[in-house]
């Protein structure tokens, strides 16, 4: 009998906060992904009219929902924006690209067989000939797992070619995370290391597979515009050289110097590993990069706590995308980046518009749509480093980077895979909607490195990036798979990511509902949600701790 109570009494518990939670609008979601997503907007790329056209967009419609602005102070008042210092780099003309084959001269072609990206080490010209190449294996130097896959090499005015992920990847076992990625599977770590290490350059291995997308995203993400935060010595955290290759110019590279791709792919999984010259292949390249220092803008909009302002719940997405770049087979130059991630922008709106509409927060709330996502999570970096409002009394920080557009689903995930209170909270709130948890599908993909939560995460505040699920009301896993697959072959980081007039983000609008009632319910309480003590996050996270009290 007693059970049965308590059943009761949960149901009608959760019955009342769902009753309280504010419905949200899937076709005033889509107008504004429409919107954002359009051509006028040129691809919202960071120093463009594309950004000034975003952020006033942003700002007004954060002004109409009854917001204030929550950014830098100037003058003695509060701005929509927070101002981002960035260098940009681009590539002036076209490169000129060569592989030296055993006495041969192999011509390249930018975004076919090989992509480079403009030169972020400060350098104005590339002007690379005959550099050796050495097949470096994974790329890693992990001294706390015993790994490195230099020992010791001469990298001086040599490239180095790595592979992409881990050395677990391909069977799932080993001294890392298994399927799961690390962040030295990450391409950013590579180049970062090879900087380290000496090297003139950095070339990574492209597999569809371990990459997690093809390679018409790699050519689209890395031929255009680069974007990098202002550093003091660049040169310490970037090669001259940094870029891709298709798998089949890899593996007629390795042929040519007598080598098997497949078999040094697997002794590179060993922690004996040692180095290979590709011997009798080098690589020329040459071309002019223009570099300046640019202001980007996140965007700030807060809800002002009632009786604890200086305690922060935030929501983010990041309102950029690729901008203008090489023409498509249609002719189509602009990445309008309608789902990545105008969803996210529109959603984060949307959002503030149902917390301004419902009485005041203890807790403050911020809204942040942050930009240079696309270059590196660039604009969460900043502002985790440069914050607004300190991190040591942000509660939590909700990311929303890609929402549903079509149907519900039955399932959440989150990007990538962490233990943590804030997660355990979902999951419990997810349930009153009968929405279960399904653990990342892909953890080989890294996802947990590549949104905006993770710069927060890695200074310990609890962080997380809304996954809606593939379990769909209409159609069950068979349609959510499809679409997925379909989006992240033919539209992820490409032209054709573009708004279409059968959203309605019916999706989107219920998963509101839940992110809503986790941000109410943190900012209506004295709770802080930690890591769990296995998490590394953790200890970050406690060496504040005497400030939350």
Known sequence: MKRVVMSVLALSVSTAVMAATPKFDGARISADV??????????????????????????????????????????????WTQAVPLLKGDIVGTPQLALQQGGTSLPLEQGKQIAVRAAMNGADQVDISKAPLVFLGYGVKAPEKNWDDFKGVDLKGKIAVVLINDPDFE??????????????????????????????????VHETAPASYG???????????????????????????????????????????????????RQAQQRDFKPVPLTGASLDAKYAVKTEV??????????????????????????????????????????N??????????SLVELARGFA????????????????????????????THPLYPLEKTVAVINMDG??????????GIYGTARF???????????????????????????????????????????????????????????????SDDYTAKRYHQQGDEWQPDWKFAGAARDLEVLYTLGSELANSRAWPNWNAEEAFRAVRDQSAAERR
């Open 337 to 346: 980046g309608a789902l990545d991630n105008a969803s996210g922008t529109a």
């Open 171 to 204: 069977t799932g076992q080993g001294d890392f995370d298994g399927k799961g990625m690390t962040y030295y599977g990450r391409w950013t770590y590579k180049y970062e290391e090879g900087a380290r290490q000496g090297a003139l350059g950095v070339l990574i």
């Open 403 to 412: 929402m549903a557009p079509f149907s519900p689903s039955r399932d959440f």
């Open 294 to 335: 640019i202001t980007s803008h996140n965007v700030a909009a807060r809800l002002e706590g009632s009786t604890h302002a200086d305690e922060t719940v935030v929501y983010s997405a990041h309102w950029d995308h690729i901008g203008v770049g090489e023409p498509d087979a249609r002719g189509d130059r602009i990445f």
């Open 357 to 384: 509409k419902a009485p005041k927060p203890q807790r403050s709330l911020l809204f942040l749509a942050v930009t240079a996502e696309e270059k590196g999570l660039l604009g969460s970096e900043y502002y985790a």
């Open 421 to 483: 209170e804030l997660l355990d909270q979902l999951k419990a709130v997810a349930q009153r909607w009968d929405i279960r948890y399904t653990p990342d599908p892909k953890p080989e993909a890294g996802l947990f490195f590549r949104s905006d939560h993770f710069p927060f995460a890695k200074r310990g505040v609890p962080a997380l990036s809304w996954s809606a699920g593939q379990d769909w009301v209409d159609g069950g896993i068979a349609a959510g798979k499809k679409a």
């Open 215 to 265: 390679w018409a995203t790699v050519a689209g993400s890395n031929t255009n515009t680069m974007f990098d935060v202002v550093r003091d010595r660049p040169a310490d955290s970037h090669p001259l050289l940094e870029g891709w290759i298709q798998r089949d110019l890899a593996v007629d590279l390795f042929r040519s110097a007598g080598l098997d791709f497949e078999a040094l792919k």
């Open 34 to 79: 429409k919107e954002l997503a359009s051509d006028a907007y040129e691809g919202r790329s960071p120093a463009t009219a594309g950004e000034a056209k975003t952020i006033a967009f942003l700002s007004q419609q954060f002004a109409a929902a009854g917001l204030q602005p929550g950014g830098d102070v100037q003058d003695g008042k509060r701005l």
